[in-house]
């Protein structure tokens, strides 16, 4: 019994389907007619063509005609429901797989790619180059993306050599045209070369790694011990400006009660005084009506029985004499407290200007100049980066530029007066007894300055 054929026999390698419209090409491969004339589309502007297959080359298009055979024999393939693609649904090109260059319409994930055909190839199209004796010598990597970049733009060439004066990657063609006398090398030795300073860079790397991993330790319990020191400033100020405000309520009942002592003791002194006044003011009434009744009667005997009484003086001795003090008054109280309180935010502003001194120019953070020094062996040469230095900000920063001004006598203009310290100057319209100096400024009220 005859073995059943099998269909990859009559599947197209660029598109890996049925044949459809099949044709032959000169090497004898057979292709779909869309799929062959798409590929070589592609070609039209180097004017070689590639058969996929098996590689060889056309200097001229080849002219495609239908192969009838073929034709019948695929579409009794297709009635019979026989199916060519065998490849399983999830080897389909996702988003970061590198897809197949040979096939058509949706592409499968590529598992190799050659470095001589600088394409990329899924298991179907790859089979040739292990089937083949012609590409036995390609070399074949897992699969990679962006092969274009391998291909000189000038002369389509494979990128094999580099430039070591121009410092790029060059193909065959470049060493006579514009890179012709210039220090060239295979991509290999170049390779070796570098694989050389690459550890170098890789070691410099892992110590600025392991440093920085180290600030970044140190910088964090940093920040978590300022967490923690604020914290407790914030705990201990609120307590302490609570306990302030508890002793500032206490003097004010203190006060508050002295005045209300001396308030209340006065007003009853004067309370009692002013009972035992009214009362003596009331008989000293009832004394002077009755005087007034016995100066106008007639009876004679009414009269002198009544005198003596009446006429008899007042004892005075019994009530003290009440002066008022003019100066007394509570308003001394009310200037202390007003002193108090002027006193309280004099030395609040002051502790506060202490306070932000304190906390605004001591500086949380010291921030140092980094020098970065990238050293290659190979070539013997140094790098040196310098970050810039920061803008001074808070009063402290800026002194540390202070430097002293001297006005130099020697060039000063005649009508300018210099002090003894040659620190300050006066324009006057006298001309000074300075020396003639070649130097000196002869014209306008100018000076230069030195700095001590």
């Not at 060439?157 to 470049?174: G, H, N, P, V, W």
């Not at 108090?340 to 010291?366: A, C, D, F, Q």
Request: charge should be neutral; charged fraction near 30%; proline fraction near 5%.
């Amino acid at each position: 019994m005859a073995e059943p054929m099998s269909p990859d026999y009559f599947s197209c390698p660029l598109c890996v389907g049925m044949l459809r419209d099949p044709v032959a090409i000169p090497c004898g491969h057979s292709f779909c007619m869309d799929c062959i004339s798409n590929y070589w589309n592609e070609a039209d502007y180097t004017g070689i063509y590639i058969c996929p297959q098996c590689r060889i080359t056309f200097t001229q298009r080849p002219v495609l005609r239908p192969n009838t055979l073929l034709t019948k024999v695929a579409e009794k393939m297709k009635k019979s429901g026989l199916n060519a693609t065998a490849a399983a649904p999830n080897s389909y090109a996702g988003p970061g797989d590198v897809p197949c260059d040979f096939c058509t319409g949706k592409k499968f994930k590529a598992i190799k790619s050659c470095l001589n055909c600088l394409a990329s190839y899924c298991d179907k199209h790859l089979k040739p180059h292990y089937e083949s004796a012609t590409f036995k010598r390609h070399k074949l990597v897992d699969e990679l993306g962006n092969l274009d970049r391998k291909i000189c733009p000038q002369h389509q060439k494979s990128l094999e050599l580099f430039c070591r004066t121009d410092q790029m990657c060059i193909c065959a063609l470049c060493t006579v045209s514009e890179h012709r006398g210039h220090d060239i090398v295979s991509a290999e030795a170049e390779r070796s070369e570098k694989q050389k300073l690459l550890g170098v860079s890789q070691s410099e790397i892992r110590q600025k790694c392991q440093e920085r991993m180290k600030e970044l330790d140190e910088l964090k319990t940093a920040v978590d011990s300022l967490k923690s020191s604020a914290q407790r400033a914030m705990t201990e100020s609120e307590k302490l400006f609570s306990e302030m405000i508890r002793s500032i309520e206490r003097m004010r009942a203190e006060v508050t009660k002295l005045i209300g002592i001396n308030e209340k003791a006065a007003f009853n002194q004067a309370e009692g005084l002013v009972e035992r006044l009214e009362q003596e003011i009331e008989e000293l009434k009832k004394k002077e009506s009755g005087l007034k009744q016995l100066h106008s009667t007639e009876d004679h005997i009414h009269f002198l029985q009544n005198f003596n009484y009446l006429c008899t003086p007042t004892d005075d001795g019994g009530i003290p004499r009440v002066s008022i003090n003019p100066d007394f008054s509570f308003g001394a109280a009310r200037k202390a407290v007003a002193e108090i309180k002027e006193r309280l935010e004099e030395l609040g502003r002051e502790e506060l200007m202490k306070i932000s001194k304190s906390v605004n120019e001591t500086p949380v953070y010291t921030m140092e100049n980094r020098t970065r020094e990238r050293t290659i062996r190979a070539k013997e040469v140094t790098v040196v980066d310098s970050a810039p230095l920061p803008e001074p900000r808070s009063r402290s920063e800026f002194l540390k530029y202070f430097c002293q001004l001297r006005l130099d006598p020697g060039t000063a203009y005649k009508e300018l007066h210099l002090s003894d310290s040659n620190r300050k100057v006066i324009r006057t319209r006298d001309l000074q007894p300075y020396s003639e100096n070649s130097e000196r400024f002869d014209s306008f009220a100018q000076n230069s300055n030195k700095i001590t």
